[in-house]
């Protein structure tokens, strides 16, 4: 997909979204353009006629001519309009001229907001609306015989466009990028999906973005004390495998970071395996994996001047006659033991030894992003990411940071208390902590494999991937987070 600016007269789309406010009789220099070349007609439909008032998302489709169709979209009050109203719009429109080519959105902004947190430049809205209409657009057609045509360009319209806009628009496109390689990754069936096959794609990504990579098969996973990770895979025929993907700026960086994605490419559940309804979704337990893997594509194309180091311990979680038991005492690469109080809270025994395989790299911050716990969507629902940490400094940076990408996150504790939860007689702890306040317990499990004085943990098991659509995502993989955090990595 291509993603342009252009002036308003050098329109080269066959459809254009044109935004108005409730009740506003301000015509904007595109409106302007268009209603010249329509013969007014666009002028009499809105304004003599009031086909539309503009209300939030009330809309109607004109023709301008025999090549150009325009959606006039509503935003209701200006007063009203949020970040998020706008991406969701973005979204909404996009899926309504998916049948066209190409799509031009003009930029608005809205300044004078109460909520100075929800205020935005026509600077950020370029990176909201190129993300949002790329979620709009996002299909997977793969496995379809009579595959659709879909939208081939985005562009954005707007006769003063500053640096800031070319900088925001470029952030925009690499990150919906992101967003789509990694929900096509989840899509893709497990049967392909394996821990080796999401390694050579590490590796081809080093390759085209001139990244250091380090691959371990089974055997140097062992060599580095990974046993609580190799327990989890060894239960299946596809062997595991640890990537570990370096982006390195050209001068000396700003910051050094660790992304760490939950890997497990299917997930029946082990030896307490789950049922089968509940396993329907489980190739995308591999989300927090293929978004990592997206977001050190941007950082590189955005030559970013942060080091950035993309983690992920790859396996999957069988049952079978060699897949690790209840009761089985696991030793991590930091030399903590873990009893296994039950095999489908395997996410965290992985994620440990990748934290602790982190600990050597020499960071200023890790962050995990993982589909975690289910009682997470108990407490947050399917729109709401759940956060956790060891640094309030660098949790609330990325709560704000996240709000600004139109990304839904809520803080939950990690208390000392939890450890009774997890207590153990034969090891320094259990995996599981029963069901109450789950997501916590698993936080505090997680804080006890790193040494990192700035750690985050992005539990995404609600809203990385959906059983319905919402107002902006579509069924299925979300790419949930991934903005949020190239926005995070950039700033």
Not at 444 to 472: P, Q, R
Request: net charge neutral.
């Amino acid at each position: 997909m291509r993603f342009l600016t252009n002036k308003i007269e050098d329109l080269t789309s066959n459809s254009i979204v044109c935004f108005i406010f409730e009740n506003d009789q301000n015509k904007t220099d595109l409106f302007n353009h268009l209603d010249k070349l329509s013969n007014n007609e666009l002028s009499k439909q809105i304004y003599d006629y009031r086909i539309i008032k503009g209300k939030f998302q009330e809309s109607i489709k004109i023709a301008i001519n025999e090549n150009l169709v325009a959606l006039v979209m509503g935003l209701g009050k200006k007063e009203e309009l949020t970040r998020k109203k706008l991406s969701q719009t973005a979204a909404f429109c996009a899926r309504q001229l998916k049948n066209r080519q190409s799509i031009a959105f003009e930029l608005v902004e809205n300044l004078g907001l109460k909520n100075c947190e929800d205020n935005f430049s026509k600077s950020d809205a370029v990176n909201i609306i190129f993300t949002g209409a790329r979620i709009g657009l996002y299909e997977f057609q793969k496995y379809l015989s009579d595959k659709k045509t879909i939208t081939d360009t985005i562009e954005i319209l707007e006769n003063n466009i500053t640096k800031e806009i070319e900088t925001n628009a470029q952030i925009g496109a690499y990150s919906s990028f992101a967003m789509k390689f990694a929900k096509d990754l989840i899509n893709e069936q497990a049967q392909i999906v394996t821990p080796a096959y999401v390694a050579q794609i590490a590796q081809d990504i080093a390759k085209e973005h001139n990244l250091e990579v380090k691959i371990f098969n089974k055997n140097e996973i062992k060599e580095l004390n990974m046993n609580a990770f190799l327990a989890v895979g060894q239960g299946s025929v596809n062997e595991p495998k640890f990537i570990h993907l370096t982006y390195k700026p050209k001068n000396t960086p700003r910051k050094k970071i660790a992304l760490v994605g939950k890997g497990i490419t299917f997930d029946a559940g082990g030896m307490n395996i789950k049922p089968a309804q509940s396993m329907l979704t489980m190739k995308s337990d591999m989300s927090g994996a293929a978004s990592v893997l997206g977001i050190i594509q941007a950082i590189a194309n955005l030559k970013s001047d942060i080091e950035l180091h993309v983690v992920s311990a790859l396996c999957e979680n069988m049952t079978s006659g060699s897949a690790y038991k209840q009761g089985d005492v696991l030793t991590a690469m930091n030399g903590k033991t873990i009893e296994v109080d039950n095999t489908d809270a395997e996410g965290r025994i992985t994620l440990a030894d990748a934290l602790c395989y982190c600990d050597k790299l020499g960071v200023d911050e890790v962050i995990d992003i993982a589909t975690l716990t289910g009682a997470v969507i108990v407490s947050l629902g399917h729109n709401i990411t759940g956060v956790l940490g060891n640094n309030q400094e660098q949790i609330d940076k990325f709560q704000k940071i996240a709000g600004k990408s139109c990304e839904n996150t809520w803080q939950m504790p990690i208390l000392d208390e939890l450890k009774d939860n997890l207590k153990s007689e034969i090891a320094d702890m259990k995996n599981t902590g029963g069901r109450n306040a789950g997501t916590s317990t698993a936080g505090w499990f997680l804080s006890n494999f790193t040494k990192s004085k700035s750690w985050m943990h992005l539990d995404i098991a609600g809203t990385a991937y959906l059983d319905k659509s919402n107002k902006e995502t579509l069924f299925g993989p979300t790419g949930v987070m991934i903005r949020s955090l190239i926005n995070y990595l950039l700033s």
